[in-house]
């Protein structure tokens, strides 16, 4: 009961030592219930806006308690954070929708925010950032076990009540849930984060400030199973991925290494788990953990290094992405971790958190930002291609078909990326629906065309566009089946009326899929194979170069005839993984 009611008062005092923070979360959970009742409204910026804002107003308050005194000066900072919070509220408002570009920046602020949290108690502190992050990680995991299991057992009494005693609206758990996660896993969170030492305690006597470290030293040590965790599985398991990763750099480093996109992702997520293993074992002092903060940061720099240098070299040939200009971005950011870690005293490794909020920063923050600097290198690049192709004059795009397959696909690539973040409309000289029906053949005088997967033997599919395709010619056909045919299906018959006699179509695929028309003696009068027809839909797909697996209608249509019936298929979908087939399709039939 002790511990109970000590937890109970540690959530009380967190409601009143943050009360901003509580107005922005009640907000939020007043706009979660609008969006469970509402959900034809968007209310996402508003939601986002509060969320900023509760960030914010923590900030502030750990600001204050670090820095300042004054009640005035607390009110200034909350004042400040009110006034951001506005006017990020602003800078998403004019947007009309919720946008992946708009998306982004908010997700890259949270994250800076949560990280000038975890930094703030360690500037010029006796606290180093590797304890306050400590600190936040287990209030965090601690945050979500406690938050799961009072969701669930809310969860299953809803359940009771509604099986046992009467009905409750399906919205009744969303609402539930909104309650657990806006208001209680915030407030709890909280209740974890200690007041760190401040000004205000510069003059205090030490026997008054015991207790406080007491509760700091808590909240700021290791405990001792995520410690063994750490030393005997974690740091194992890196190294050997380190070795693997070591292993393929040296022998391809005159190769494949510069080219890889599958190994980016992979070395990105390598140095994020060479940074939280390095900051979470700082001060255990076990074999294992030295050896890895020994090691292991020395050889994060060579490997960041070479892969920064791979996608920056990359950029001449494929221009920037948002995506590229992030992950050279986090590359920078873990080399400079590597060298603060190898070459500082772990009190300064709060050097890497103030370098991440300020690469946060640039990166949202126009014109550095990476979708402004994206857009102007896509654009570039567009426009530079089809100068080399003598494809722009007098500021238009003159169609030409015979170019490179490479140009092919540098202009649907660059083009794609444009129409995708929404940006076409501010370019003069796209057409503004420029992938509607055959307005990229119109365009540029050829289609769309993609990188080919370089591996089509495990399995293959493709799919009509149906935007370049809305209207199918079907005159001089006597009736449309639309069926879904599977190779391994053996009870497919489908009556037919066709001036007052009846038909029946049935598949046959004892041998090769194929498709029979019988008459009502079960007379057969054709059949249509259904193998040559698929593996003709793949051939068009190849002979295509597009690399895409949307295909126009003409592409995936096949028409097989005797001197009784003519029969076309249109395949919306078709895919095939060894020897199984199995497709979308409509049928026309004509009987002669």
Partial sequence: MKNLRNKLIGLIQAVNRYPLTMLFLLAIATVNVNMINSETEDYLKYLFTFIIGSLLSVIGQQVYERFFIKVSERLVLMFGSILLTAGYYFAIHSASTFSLEIGTKTAISIFALMMAFIWIPAIKSKVTFNESFMSAFKAFFLTVLFSSVLAAGLNL????????????????????????????????????????????????????????????????????????????????????????????????????FWTNNLLEPMLVSYAITVILVYILSSHLEDRFAKLFRKIFPKILIPIVLFQTVASILKISDIGVTYGRYY????????????????????????????????????????????????????????????????????????????????????????????NDLNYIAEIDWLPA???????????????????????????????????????????????????????????????????????????????????????????????????????????NHLESDSGKNMLPAEKMMVTQENDKVKMTI??????????????????FLKIK
């Fill in 157 to 256: 009494i809803i359940i009771a009540i509604d099986q046992l005693l009467f009905s409750l609206d399906l919205k009744t758990y969303a609402h539930v849930l909104n309650i657990v996660l806006s208001l209680f896993a915030p407030v709890f969170f909280l209740s974890y984060t200690p007041p760190y030492p401040g000004k205000k305690d510069s003059n205090r006597p030490t026997n008054e400030l015991s207790g406080e470290w007491e509760k700091i030293e808590k909240a700021i040590t290791c405990p001792k199973t995520l410690g063994i965790l750490i030393s005997f599985i974690i740091i194992p398991l890196t190294a050997v991925y380190t070795i693997i990763l070591l292993a393929y750099t040296i022998l391809n480093i005159r190769g494949d």
């Fill in 327 to 418: 992950a050279i971005m986090f590359g920078i950011f873990a080399l400079i971790a590597g060298i603060v870690f190898s070459f500082f005293p772990v009190k300064r490794n709060g050097l890497i958190a103030s370098v991440l909020i300020v690469f946060s920063a640039v990166s949202i923050i126009p014109p550095v930002d990476a979708f402004t600097v994206a857009k102007v290198s896509q654009v570039h690049l567009l426009k530079r291609t089809l100068v080399e192709n003598d494809m722009f004059q007098n500021g238009k795009i003159v169609p030409n078909s015979d170019i490179s397959i490479d140009d092919k696909k540098t202009i649907t690539r660059t083009a794609s990326y444009l």
């Fill in 433 to 539: 629906k420029l992938f509607n029906v055959d307005n990229f053949n119109k365009t540029f005088g050829f289609e769309e065309t993609y990188d080919q997967p370089t591996d089509r033997s495990e399995g293959k599919y493709a799919h009509i566009n149906w935007e370049r395709s809305p209207a199918v010619n079907i005159e001089n056909y006597d009736r449309m089946i639309h069926l879904y045919f599977q190779g391994s299906q053996t009870d497919l018959k489908i009556p037919i009326q066709i001036e007052n006699k009846t038909y029946i179509l049935k598949n046959d695929n004892r041998k090769d899929p194929t498709l029979i028309l019988v008459d009502e003696q079960n007379n057969e009068l054709f059949r249509f194979d259904m193998k040559k027809a698929i593996d003709q839909i793949f051939e």
């Fill in 570 to 587: 249109l395949a919306a979908s078709i895919d095939n993984y060894d020897s199984q087939y199995n497709a979308d399709i409509f049928v």
